[in-house]
């Protein structure tokens, strides 16, 4: 019985510990398939090798969000398998397209340490990178989550937390080598309107929903092998329910939002997240966004979108808190990322 | 707000336009193995390289009905967004197989126009084409849909209805480049039966049968990049129902089919095809054919049935339509297609 | 109406014949995302190609149940459409890996043969094996099934029942060419316990439960070609339900015993196997493992562990049967296979 794997628990981290995450990933023509089965995924770049040649590089990749999702899942059995909350993101990059072929793996370094006044939890900031076969980084992120404590009487670790940015600035962005929108098809985009087209506090309303089934939630959060057992037992939780992964939701708001932003073809940072209500199969997610920020980047032709992404399960649009500060009910998910568009 | 695609109207159409729809799609291994996931496809020239070697093509190819839903699929925000209706279909020819690494692309010319005596709607026929990224057309099909107006007050166009033929001549078909069916094999193809045994009139009950689940026609629909809202939010509907997609129907009968039409392996040619009924997530489909003509080909060995291929949930079958020559309320689909098989 | 496929029953068997099993079979990435999708799929020799290579092998090879379930699902329209039971499985060897690419076909040879004392049906055994495109055997193994007579008064055979190992030693296991763990890294497998750190008669949970889905196990199912109807039509049977393939649950449990067992990654010999009882969707499938025996093997590193693996639905761990000898209804699968483990 003892080989199974109980996770960590709080006091099992300790500040510039650099966790090693298990199963390496190889990914092919299949994961993209699949991400087109289970999102209504259409942002052009990530659907032909042509258009994006015509982009500058070399084929399609796989989508940001995938790319995403394997990495975070090699997390999951080190750092949030008696994760009480996933409490935030932070300072995410995308540095490196991944494409079919690929091996990817992770690691995670611990940054910041701070146990909760209760004593029975704490909070744990990790910086995670993904990396592929040649040992670049793809990506990089923080996240930081509540765990458990195993021993009520371990001692409290030296609180320290990180210093970290409310938001990239564009000059943190990594543009992908080889980028270049100057010769960007709007027709086959599926939509005219380019970064000029978009002002700072502008709200979208992406239209389109999609009603949530358990075999297509679990399918999606096993392809990232993350097992996390709330996602798949439905006799764990009186209620019967099981927990859509968070990640699910993100895809689902980012690939309904092609309908408004259909040239925000890429992801290339991450500034904050808030899983604002858990999900439940059965309920239908809707999305809107609102220009947060704009910018230039040094890549010809390619400009950049602060993006406030908000996935919502009915309830009145465009409204995320209540009076008193908190996310109301049917508020899903609150993201904020930088996206890259055609000038 | 304006940013997403609010569709195209009736007035919105003018004889001659040609629509260049957006999202070109790169396929791969991965939506062969989705299309064996999705529906119970054994023909084997679509299975196994070596078989379809076999029959002197290079490789397997993607089914031609797979092809036919991403062809498809890319017009549908510009031809039936707002469509009250799906009407029909012709001169359908699949022109060059499609092979995981090609890329599709689509585009509609408007060949006719009808507005309704009410005023309200009119009928478009669009034919679309779809090519690869050699520019070589592998498949074009004509389409008529019934679509809203959305001023009321629009001038009517002028009417148009195009001249089309009840179904193609066996000699209008495509045989692909290469295609022998003389040294075929029937033991590894599962039936023996060739052109010769069957004849006209032939009725066949393909036995089995398939209920049909949410989660996967959503993720066959999403696969072809469908993503009419009728088939994915069961909020706009009063009574909770999600359409099914009519392709998904198409392919679930077809590859039913097999059993029984083992042999016909390729499609050549869509003559006609109706939508008699709607089909939601519970009902249990099953499929007939009758063989409707015959034909010998140019190419080696190769003879071409055209097939009606219908579409039940329950009733009595091999009956279509009731005394009020409406089909009768069990039939999902009637479907007129051109086989090439085995003489 | 004769041109559907009604199986074999009993009396259409002889000993010694050999049976070409129809629609050969192409497998790409696509298989191994889905595989990865259906199931809690994480032993790193079938995710990653880099970690492959690390044991010796060219590449990530599709997973060994993967292989089965092809191979398996290629002998169901000849060997189990008119069986009752599906009795048993002895002398299973993996030869060869398969990789992405590969096209598999099957063959079964009758070995025997015994008519129940009711006269109305009898057991069947085959050998079963599955062949690459370049005619090495990837899989053999012995299955026996309980078939039902077409014509009653059809004479009995005589009665052949095969000498079959209880189970194979572990010297009967072929090692795949060039596997090598001398170089194994536990930390990117996930767990640090290798074969000296089992022993005979230990006994693990494997804690993690996953509540299946119609949607998923009609999808596994078909992407092995096994078309069996009980699988797939809800109105087949008085009570609604369809019966979930039994390979759907060897697979769930296989990839359930990750947790405890992350460093078996390959299966060498499957000894015997029983489907205890049906399993439908709504049933949240668990598993446990007993160590069976353990062997080291002539390749480098590399030692062998049999295992006995149980899948259950609920109800008291670590039980199979009642005081009568029959298996417990919580019981859904017993399993008892050999797998290669590093030293």
Not at 161 to 176: C, F, G, H, Q
Not at 208 to 229: C, F, P, S, Y
Request: proline letters at 6%; glycine letters at 10%; a negative charge.
């Amino acid at each position: 019985m003892a080989k199974t794997n109980p996770g960590r628990f709080f006091e099992d981290y300790s500040i510039g510990d650099v966790i090693a995450h298990a199963v390496p990933r190889t990914v092919s023509g299949g994961e993209r398939a699949l991400y087109h089965a289970l999102y209504p995924a259409r942002h052009a770049l990530y659907s032909s090798d042509e258009f994006a040649r015509g982009c500058g590089l070399p084929s399609s990749p796989l989508d940001d969000l995938a790319a995403f999702h394997v990495v975070f899942g090699k997390t999951v059995p080190d750092v949030s398998l008696n994760a009480l909350a996933n409490l935030g993101y932070a300072e995410g990059r995308w540095l490196k397209p991944v494409y079919p072929g690929d091996t990817l793996r992770s690691t995670s370094k611990v940054i910041g340490l701070k146990q909760n006044s209760n004593g029975k939890s704490g909070v744990v900031w990790v910086r995670t990178k993904g990396e592929n076969q040649r040992g670049e980084t793809v990506l990089d992120y923080v996240r930081w989550v509540m765990v458990r404590k195993r021993d009520l009487d371990a001692a409290a670790p030296e609180t320290t937390i990180p210093d970290l940015k409310p938001a990239l600035d564009a000059s943190d962005l990594v543009i992908p080598e080889g980028l270049d929108f100057t010769d960007y098809d709007f027709t086959l985009a599926g939509e005219p309107h380019r970064w000029a087209d978009y002002e700072v506090g502008e709200v979208i309303d992406h239209v389109d929903g999609v009603t949530i089934e358990e075999a297509e939630h679990m399918m999606a959060t096993r392809l990232w092998q993350n097992t996390a057992k709330v996602h798949f037992d439905a006799t764990l939780r009186e209620d019967g329910n099981r927990l859509i992964y968070g990640g699910h939701v993100i895809s689902m708001a980012r690939t309904l939002s092609f309908n408004g932003l259909a040239n925000a073809q890429m992801i290339a940072g991450l500034n904050a997240g808030a899983h604002a209500n858990p999900c439940y199969s059965g309920d239908t997610i809707k999305a809107w966004s609102e220009v947060l920020d704009k910018a230039e980047t040094p890549a010809p032709g390619v400009g950049a979108l602060r993006l406030r992404l908000v996935a919502t399960k009915g309830g009145t649009p465009f409204t995320l808190k209540g009076d008193d500060g908190k996310y109301l009910p049917h508020v899903l998910l609150d993201l904020d990322y930088w996206a890259l568009i055609p000038l």
